[in-house]
Nanobody, 126 residues
């Protein structure tokens, strides 16, 4: 079992930045891909980005490309989501997820992730 705990969410003005963290415990995530997803009220959960085990391969949703960056520190069992130039439409609960099926490649399909955190709220005011 893997426990994932997100933190770093909050209220920020449009154009601002936040960095989310996801700390894993219970089992090492060092060899596996990790993803970030988000869910806005009354909307389906959507892919934000993902990173492979080494950090050498990543993918992002078109809506966040150039603004968001995922990184990881395997020694700390932590994955980060740096969010810059935030927009009101980025308001959502953000979840990290662990993909124990994949290591070098990443996927945007939420159903293929094995473990999920409880989420952290990000609110961007206009």
């Amino acid at each position: 079992q893997v426990q994932l705990v997100e933190s770093g969410g909050g209220l920020v003005q449009a154009g601002g930045s936040l960095r989310l963290s996801c700390v894993a415990s219970g089992r090492s995530i060092s060899n596996y891909a990790m993803g970030w997803f988000r869910q806005a009220p009354e909307k389906e959960r959507e892919f934000v980005g993902a990173i492979n085990w080494s950090g050498g391969n990543s993918d992002y949703a078109d809506s966040v490309k150039g603004r968001f960056t995922i990184s990881r520190d395997n020694a700390k069992s932590t994955v980060y989501l740096q969010m810059n130039s935030l927009k009101p439409e980025d308001t959502a609960v953000y979840y990290c997820a662990a993909d124990f099926w994949r290591s070098s490649v990443v996927t945007a399909r939420a159903s293929l992730y094995n473990y999920w955190g409880q989420g952290t709220q990000v609110t961007v005011s206009s």
